[in-house]
């Protein structure tokens, strides 16, 4: 069952919230998300008792981004082996929640395997709960970890690419600490060069059709106090032939072994502009973002998402007057199909580089790819 907390804040002037935490009221444990489909007008907490809950949070992205999905899909195991439920049937059904994040089953299948190794070892009921706890904990520590090393990479790599005097980024999509247990991905390096006082202009791209950069990376940069600016995504063309664009950064929902990027729709484009106007094109992602197992692009998952999105404009949090939050507008004739596809894929040779919390690999290669994780796995 989902219970709803608002708040009434000044959201320019209350610390970010967290994106998810895990509490243990009398009642029995719960885990907590704030719902990121009511950002930026309000922040609204929902509270999951139970697994079918908390698949349904990640189906309309209340809780979203690669990164965050691994950590609540964690969580999610801990919350059905705490409750009683059945862990094996809720470890499936959170991992099949969406298809294209790699981390979703990576976390899942992490707290599973603790739970069960446990089971396996002697541990009761409660112990064998604790120990998915203490996974899914771990796993939202070493997030958080990633998050700085990351940062730090990505900055010492922009400092390396792009000359001195301050720096204009362009975002796509929310890779901040929304998506994450700590700063993030791609914003986390652009709050780190916006620490450094080396941020002229962060570039955000609005992100059709959930406009996950207009309302969530928006929020994030304002209260970091980045100097940041909106625009619809089909206006990144005249921005790069302006010359207004120093380097792209974006995340990654899944990176298949031959370097190939799955992300946010709208990340393809941008990667052949870049690579026209001879922008630097940087991917940033955990190693946990990285799926040895799909071999290159084409073997991608992506995930298609209603119609709905597309042809009326939804906006959660703000229903127009007399209409219930959540439904749409429509903005195209009545039984108009639509094309929906959540993400998209970057061939590696558009990827300037690719930078992780165990190191940066440039050119983006199946062997650059397969050293680093042997690395960042072996230590
Ligand atoms: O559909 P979403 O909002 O979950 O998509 C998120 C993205 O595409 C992010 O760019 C991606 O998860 C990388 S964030 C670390």
């Known amino acids: 069952m989902a219970d709803q907390r608002s708040e009434d804040r000044d959201t320019a002037a209350s610390p970010a919230a967290l994106a998810l935490r895990w509490e243990e009221p ?4 719960v885990l907590v998300i704030l719902d990121q489909t009511r950002l930026p007008a309000e922040e609204v907490e929902l509270v999951c008792t139970d697994v079918p809950v908390l698949v349904e949070a990640i189906r309309s992205l209340a809780v979203r981004g690669a990164p965050l999905l691994g950590i609540a899909g964690a969580y999610g195991v801990a919350l059905a082996a705490a409750r009683g439920f059945d862990v094996d049937e809720a470890a499936e059904s959170l991992a099949h929640a969406r298809p294209t994040a790699v981390n979703l089953g990576y976390g899942v299948r992490r707290a599973a395997a603790a739970y069960h190794a446990a089971a396996k070892a002697g541990a009761d009921a409660q112990g064998a709960a604790a120990a998915a706890l203490a996974e899914a904990r771990a796993l939202h520590r070493e997030d958080a970890e990633a998050s700085e090393r990351m940062a730090a990479h990505g900055l010492a790599l922009l400092d390396e690419l792009l000359p001195a005097g301050g720096y204009r980024l362009l975002t796509h999509c929310n890779t901040g600490a929304l998506v994450s247990g700590g700063g993030g991905t791609a914003l986390a390096v652009a709050a780190a060069v916006h620490r450094v006082g080396q941020l002229r202009r962060l570039w955000v791209d609005e992100t059709r059709p959930l406009l996950q950069g207009a309302r969530l990376t928006a929020y994030e940069a304002g209260r970091a106090g980045m100097a940041y600016t909106l625009l619809t995504d089909n206006a990144a063309g005249s921005l790069f032939a302006a010359g207004e664009v120093d380097a792209v950064l974006i995340g990654a929902d899944r990176i298949a ?11 393809y484009p941008l990667a052949v502009l870049a690579r026209y106007h001879h922008v630097p094109f940087v991917v940033v992602a955990p190693t946990s973002t990285v799926d040895l197992g799909t071999a290159d692009g084409a073997s991608i998952e ?12 939804t906006v959660p949090y703000a229903p127009a007057a007399g209409a219930q939050a959540g439904t749409g507008i429509p903005v195209a004739p009545l039984g108009t199909q639509a094309y929906n596809p959540a993400f998209d894929v970057t061939p590696p040779e558009l990827v300037t580089a690719l930078v992780t919390e165990a190191g940066v690999v440039s050119p983006v290669t199946g062997d650059g790819i397969a050293e680093l994780c042997a690395r960042s796995r072996s230590g």
Do not use: F
């Not at 992506?302 to 404009?313: K, L």
């Open 257 to 267: 072994a031959d370097g190939s990027v799955a992300n946010k729709v709208g990340s």
């Open 302 to 313: 992506i995930e298609q998402r209603p119609g709905h999105e597309v042809t009326d404009i």
């Open 26 to 29: 009398p009642e029995g444990p």
